[in-house]
């Protein structure tokens, strides 16, 4: 609790805290107007660790004056550490820092510390270069001389402030103590002289202040902590969220700050004729005669050729540096880059003005009092062909296409000579998208194959040349990390696991101030099963993603409207490219189509040519807010229009993973094996586990086993794991080498010894014939919880393999009992008597009540053909394994016994399916050889 206490009182400290000022800190007694705290009645015994926690605020004439006293306990070694050291920054041009005690209270008694002769030392750092900003602050520090865990440390300053640049105002924005932070004694006090016109305000949420007026002086008090504000939904906009502050000033309305800023952006005489900035305008008028391409070029100067670097030293915290003054530098912050930009714009003849916006917090500006402080960032207004144009100096990215986009910062303060209210930014959607995304999805390979992806990004504006300038300072490992960070993105669309890159490349057009990213990979097959068919959905798409599910079930929540961001327009176009060989596949959804919704338009067109689908869609968004009431009905607006996303449907005579290793389908696959390679080889040769599993995953899915295990075997060399272990293991299964599959099976056991690893052991140990530890094994292992149906059909076929087959029906049956609601083991009772041909008798009367009550029409079909083979009826085996092939092509353990059965129906094309399988997957062939299929 110690460090986590300190660290906000370290916090409060400088958020209370004006900028102070003076090169030396001043010693001496509290302000005689101040109500200072009687020791006495600070609570040293409680188990609250901020005990006192006191600001005062006066305002007298053209200067604020801050008085602070606080007490905090330092009741752990940890707190003792973080709060052993007093520590105030001020500026140099703007008043005093007086410390008035420093004090260790301990045992009833006071040490006194500045009176034992310490002092703080002052020295001269700026932290916020990394930033881009210098201030020229002072830093004064103390290490309290003496401090023990328990004592209470007690600190009192005041700070003056007094600011030309307000030209006589004052003003105050100072954050409230909020629980959870709990304190013995706080209150925050503003005071100024009666009659003095000072406005004041406290909130949001702060409930009611005291006010007084007593001796010549008009007093508000806040007591706090003030109760921690009531959670808000999600997607509420910033004024719900800010924390509560008081603020005060004697800045009569926004027309008076308008005013009072206006001398600072005078233009007069910026730009001397002759001069070097002269010399720019020419060359910018030369360059064009259209107004908003001039101001485009004036933009992109000092966007491009200024850099950023805020300057706070000697008033610089509100006053701008000259214009020549910013280009000879060629560095300055907001206001230096605002006022050369209006310069520029007003030598080009173009009606242009300086404005101060909110950069986060934007909506929240109206509720503030009138004053500065209400604004952190000043951009320029133009007037062109009747248009307004936003142009910040300070972002990146302005070109004639993107000059029109409209910033996020909802309100803005114009800076005139005759003053000005504040005004709202009308959102307008970009003439171009922001992003682009253009993605092409290669299945031509197959449903069941992975699919190979090209994406290409396109970013505008601010968010094509922060790329860009990334791009220009990024090592060859930083872009690649980039070409990554840019692949999960696209690729998470389309695959859960991200898919794999296999190469990319990113690219920046100064001339355009666009950035491109082309990142190149392999992702899962975009084809699942569904309804008995193979779909392929949208995914791509954005509009595939909608969800508008803003809660506002809580009464105070009612009322709450929903930020829609800023305006906006996107791009997205897909490609799908589908098997030329495999005629017959079909559109779903509306492809083209148009809708609005929160704001939102969307606008789709679609085509199915051939074996080329094509899907684009564009978003154009105007932001802003969406009321409270109107969530249900745009919600559904949302919801339709992701009903309405396009789909594909294969044909039902596409090619399946199974099939692939005939020659036929191998050359489909071969691109998709280069793929492989490629991501493969992309990294090194230590780090290639993944993506040798994944490829190992892939050749298994094509049946290409041996394959498949050559990439376990590296991947396992590079580290062992259970799970690789298992895969191998039963692919070499499926190949028929049982004791090298048993053998991976006992190392992934070692490994990982679970459930999870002993039960496909146990199955193989009794496959084997190892029926003894095979059941020992299981035995070991069946803790009776959610896996002990699993263990005891598994015993069955272990005892089942090991010549007791009636033994393992009663346990499979037995089970039955127990969990009679459990309809899966129906099916397998189902399965165990038909492939070990016990229970004849109520064989059939089984298998039916599983298929009645199947929630898998697959596999429980599957298992009747079983049955029906096992009673010699191989025309309806043959009817079974069809229906089920129907709802699951891929099921390949049913391929094998339609084609069994269909041989034994004298049906001649079944020959070749059965020479297939004993060449692919002998183990699969010799496994059901075992159950009769010889």
């Not at 007086?98 to 004090?103: A, K, L, P, Q």
């Not at 980039?482 to 998470?492: C, E, K, R, T, V």
């Not at 991501?679 to 490829?695: C, K, N, S, Y």
């Amino acid at each position: 609790m110690g460090r986590r206490f300190a660290s906000v009182i370290m916090g409060l400290l400088g958020t209370t805290a004006p900028a102070l000022a003076g090169e030396a800190v001043l010693y001496g007694p509290a302000p005689k107007w101040a109500e200072v705290r009687d020791g006495a009645k600070i609570d040293t015994a409680s188990n609250t660790a901020l005990a006192l926690y006191d600001v005062q605020e006066r305002i007298e004439g053209e200067t604020l004056t801050v008085y602070v006293d606080q007490a905090y306990k330092l009741a752990s070694p940890e707190s003792l550490t973080q709060g052993g050291t007093s520590t105030a920054a001020w500026m140099p041009d703007k008043g005093d820092l007086t410390v008035h005690r420093v004090e260790i209270l301990r045992a009833g008694k006071v040490i006194d510390v500045i009176k034992g002769g310490a002092r703080y030392q002052v020295l001269r750092r700026e932290t916020g270069l990394e930033r881009r900003q210098i201030d020229g602050q002072l830093t004064a520090t103390l290490a309290i001389p003496g401090l023990q865990v328990g004592d209470v440390l007690r600190i009192a300053y005041s700070q003056t402030t007094r600011d030309k640049a307000l030209q006589g105002k004052v003003q105050i924005d100072t954050p409230l103590l909020t629980l959870p932070v709990e304190a013995g004694f706080a209150r925050t006090t503003v005071s100024w002289p009666e009659g003095a016109s000072v406005k004041w305000r406290a909130g949001p949420a702060v409930g009611t202040a005291s006010e007084a007026v007593k001796n010549g002086w008009h007093t508000v008090s806040v007591a706090l902590p003030l109760p921690k504000r009531e959670d808000m939904p999600s997607g509420v906009p910033s004024r719900f969220t800010r924390g509560p502050t008081i603020e005060a000033t004697n800045f009569a309305s926004w027309e008076e700050v308008s005013r009072v800023f206006a001398p600072l952006y005078a233009t007069k005489d910026a730009i001397p004729a002759g001069s070097p900035l002269a010399a720019e305008v020419a060359k910018i008028a030369a360059a064009s005669p259209d107004p908003l391409t001039r101001a485009a070029l004036a933009t992109r100067l000092v966007q491009d050729q200024v850099s950023y670097l805020m300057n706070g030293m000697s008033g610089g915290n509100y006053v701008p540096q000259a214009p020549a003054e910013t280009w000879v530098s060629r560095f300055g912050d907001c206001k230096a880059k605002s006022l050369l930009l209006l310069s520029l714009l007003e030598a080009l003849g173009i009606k242009a003005e300086v404005v101060a916006v909110k950069s986060q917090t934007g909506d929240a500006v109206p509720d503030s009092l009138p004053m500065p402080a209400a604004f952190d960032h000043v951009i320029v207004r133009a007037e062109i062909g009747g248009v307004t144009y936003w142009l910040d100096g300070t972002a990146t990215g302005t070109r004639l296409a993107t000059i029109g986009e409209t910033p996020p910062f909802r309100h803005a303060l114009p800076i005139r000579a005759e003053g000005a209210g504040l005004i709202a930014i009308a959102p307008r959607v970009p003439e171009v998208p922001m992003v682009a995304v253009k993605m092409v999805i290669d299945q031509r390979a197959g449903v069941d194959i992975p699919a190979l992806v090209t994406a290409t990004t396109t970013l505008s504006g601010m968010l094509g040349s922060n790329l860009g300038a990334a791009l220009g300072q990024a090592s060859a490992e930083q872009k690649k990390q980039m070409i990554d960070a840019f692949a999960g993105s696209m690729f998470g669309t389309l695959s859960k696991n991200g898919g794999l890159v296999t190469d990319g490349s990113m690219a920046f057009d100064p001339e355009t101030g666009t950035a491109t990213a082309v990142v190149k990979g392999i992702v899962t097959t975009q084809f699942v099963s569904r309804d008995g068919t193979k779909r392929m959905d949208m995914g791509a798409l954005s509009s595939a993603n909608l969800s508008l599910d803003f809660d506002r079930s809580r009464a105070a929540w009612k009322a709450l409207p929903v930020d829609l961001g800023a305006a906006r327009r996107t791009r997205e176009d897909v490609e799908v490219l589908l098997p030329a060989d495999e005629p017959g596949y079909k559109p779903g959804g509306k492809a083209d189509y148009e809708a609005s919704f929160a704001g939102t338009t969307v606008v789709r067109k679609g085509l199915l040519d051939g074996a080329r689908f094509v899907v684009s869609e564009e978003h154009s968004a105007l932001g802003g807010e969406l009321a409270a009431a109107d969530i249900p009905a745009e919600k559904a607006k949302a919801l339709r229009l992701r009903n309405t996303v396009p789909f594909l449907i294969a044909p039902v005579t596409a090619a399946r993973a199974w099939r692939y290793q005939a020659p036929a389908y191998r050359a489909r696959i071969a691109p998709v094996e280069e793929a492989y390679a490629l991501a493969i080889a992309r990294d090194p040769a230590e780090e290639q586990g993944a993506a040798l599993v994944a490829r190992a995953s892939f050749r298994a899915g094509t049946y290409d086993l041996k394959g498949a295990i050559a990439d376990y075997d590296k991947a396992i060399a590079l580290g062992p794991d259970a799970g690789n272990y298992i895969r191998r293991g039963y692919l070499k299964k499926q190949l028929a080498m049982t004791e090298a599959a048993i053998a991976d099976l006992r190392e992934a056991l070692k490994l990982s010894p679970s459930i999870d690893t002993a039960l496909p052991l146990a199955d193989l140990l009794g496959f084997a014939g190892k029926t003894d530890e095979a059941l020992a094994l299981l035995t070991e292992y069946d803790d009776m919880g959610d896996e002990h149906s699993s263990v005891v059909q598994i015993r069955a076929d272990v005892l089942a393999r090991g010549g007791k087959v009636a033994e393992g029906l009663k346990e499979i049956d037995g089970l039955i009992d127990e969990k009679p609601g459990d309809t899966s083991l129906l099916n397998a009772s189902c399965w165990y008597r038909a492939r070990f041909r016990v229970g004849a008798e109520g064989m059939m009367e089984v298998c039916n009540q599983a298929v009645e009550r199947a929630s898998n029409a697959s596999a429980v079909l599957d298992s009747r053909a079983m049955a029906w083979i096992a009673q010699g009826n191989l025309a309806n085996a043959l009817v079974d394994a069809e229906a089920a092939l129907k709802v699951s092509p891929g099921q390949v353990s049913t391929q094998y016994v339609r084609a069994w059965v269909a041989n034994g129906l004298g049906k001649p094309e079944a020959k070749a399916d059965l020479a297939y399988f004993r060449k692919v997957m002998p183990g699969l062939v010799e496994e059901y050889a075992g159950y009769g299929l010889k």
